[in-house]
Structures are given as structure tokens and as C-alpha cells.
């Protein structure tokens, strides 16, 4: 029996005639580490992206191996992105405001800034637009939180394959009588499950009598509280001190300063 013509083929499901073929630029941008999604999107809507030759158009798909290149200007705009180390209060929410609480951006203001931030950046009020937090820190915790401008740390700090420590100073009581037993110790440090999934191995020490030390290379959501209630330990405080080596220092509470031009995660 004759094969029929294409034109007369029955449409294949899993490759509809009208699919869009290849990626689009702004993903291919980012999984190549060029920008962040958001930022490869401006980009192109202000000109500053080629492929293949042609200036690029929002929503245009192209294949794996095209050849992107950005104009300098793209790069220029990149560099005056801020980045803001603040020290993060009790009852603030690190995102979007929620139940009634206030997001954490709102203590970026010029009166807030730490009279001892060394960093060559005069405060300009749109510094405050669009930061968006890299990371969380729960309302109920305090410390170090990174507000960034630039989708490069973001994705650096909270990506998939980030390898970043972030290290926490918790206050702790046992609710069983007696000191923790040094079994339950190495279980914080590896082999305890969260929603099925094990977690990745971390480092846990006794910082005092009654604080722990921890160190992790991921961020579950109130992923310290919940170890530690799975070994029982109540959590009376928790502050995140550390993000890769960058540290919080002497930054008071409430207070914010920038990210120093040597300064890397």
C-alpha cells in the first residue's frame, strides 16, 4: 500500500502542525547564564540583544545553538543595579506583604541606611524599586536577607544548582529532660527527611550550651524549625549571620547598607 503524501497524513499528536519550534531567547539567555529572565526580556525590548545578526523581538523563538550577543549598553545598565545587605527585624515578611505584615524592602529607605556603610554608592530613591529578595528568611526569624536588583546574584543565591552556605545561629531548648543526645545531633547533620525528600547533608555544632550553629547549601521552607522539631528541639531564635562570605557583622537591626564592589557570595 502507498505511503500518502504529508498533506494527507494524520496531524501527529505529540508534534502539532502549529507548535512553535525552539526556545525562547530569553530562556535560552538565561539557561547560558547571560541574564535573568527578566532582565534578558528588557533587553531585548530596548534593542540590546542580536541573534544571529538580527535584532531580537520579544517572545522570538530560536534554535539551541543561535548565536546571542548583547550590546554593551545592556552591561553598562546591569552595573548600576544594586544589591542591599539588610539586617532583617522580627515581623517582616522577606517577600510580597502578607496576613497584614510589611515586607522587608520597606526598611530601605535613605534614613535607614548604616551611618557606617563604606560603600561608594550614593542612595538614589529608585534603589528602592524593584528589589526583590534573594532567599527568605521567615517572619518569625531575623538576620541577614539580600535584596537585589540584579538577577545574576539572585539566580547565584537561590538557583537550583546554587552551592552558597548560609549559616544560622539558632537558640534552642530540648523539650526532653537532659542534654541532646549526641545520635540526635548527627541526624541534624544527615538523615532527616522533609515531604519525603531527604535533605542535604549539613553542618551542625554547638555554638554554646544553649545555641546551634547550623550550615546549609539549601533553603526548605522553615526547613531549620522542622529539623529541629523532628529530634525534639523547640526553637526560641533564630538569625541568619552568614550568605556564602558575606556576613552580617556589626549591621543593626532594621538597618541596611550595600553590597560592597569587592564584596562576592
Not at 22 to 27: A, E, H, L, Q
Not at 144 to 169: F, W
Request: hydrophobic content about 40%; charged content about 25%; proline content about 8%.
Amino acid at each position: 500500500m502507498a505511503t500518502p503524501p504529508d498533506s494527507a497524513r494524520a496531524p501527529d499528536p505529540a508534534h502539532p502542525a502549529n507548535a512553535p519550534e525552539g526556545v525562547r531567547v530569553s530562556k535560552l539567555m538565561a539557561e547560558r547564564g547571560m541574564a535573568s529572565r527578566r532582565e534578558a526580556d528588557e533587553w531585548i525590548d530596548a534593542g540590546w540583544v542580536r541573534v544571529n545578526g538580527q535584532v531580537a523581538q520579544l517572545g522570538l523563538r530560536v534554535m539551541p545553538d543561535a548565536q546571542i550577543d548583547i550590546d554593551p549598553a545592556a552591561r553598562q545598565q546591569q552595573a548600576l543595579r544594586v544589591t542591599v545587605l539588610l539586617h532583617k527585624p522580627m515581623g517582616y515578611v522577606s517577600g510580597q506583604a502578607e496576613d497584614g505584615y510589611e515586607p522587608a524592602s520597606v526598611l530601605v529607605t535613605g534614613g535607614n541606611r548604616w551611618k557606617e556603610d563604606r560603600a561608594p554608592i550614593r542612595w538614589q530613591p529608585h534603589h528602592q524599586r524593584h528589589l526583590a529578595p534573594a532567599g527568605r528568611l521567615d517572619i518569625d526569624s531575623t538576620g541577614l536577607l539580600v535584596l537585589t536588583q540584579d538577577g545574576r546574584i539572585a539566580k547565584a543565591l537561590i538557583g537550583e544548582d546554587s552551592r552558597i552556605e548560609k549559616e544560622y545561629l539558632v537558640r534552642v531548648r530540648h523539650r526532653q529532660p537532659g542534654p541532646l543526645p549526641p545520635e540526635q545531633l548527627a541526624l541534624l547533620q544527615h538523615g532527616l527527611e522533609l515531604d519525603g525528600r531527604q535533605l542535604k547533608p549539613a553542618k551542625v555544632s554547638w555554638a554554646n550550651e544553649d545555641q546551634l550553629r547550623f550550615v546549609l547549601r539549601e533553603g526548605r521552607k522553615r526547613q531549620i524549625r522542622r529539623m529541629c522539631d523532628l529530634v525534639g528541639l523547640e526553637v526560641l531564635g533564630l538569625k541568619r549571620v552568614r550568605i556564602g562570605s558575606v556576613v552580617l557583622g556589626k549591621l543593626p537591626p532594621g538597618a541596611w547598607r550595600y553590597l560592597g564592589p569587592h564584596e562576592r557570595f
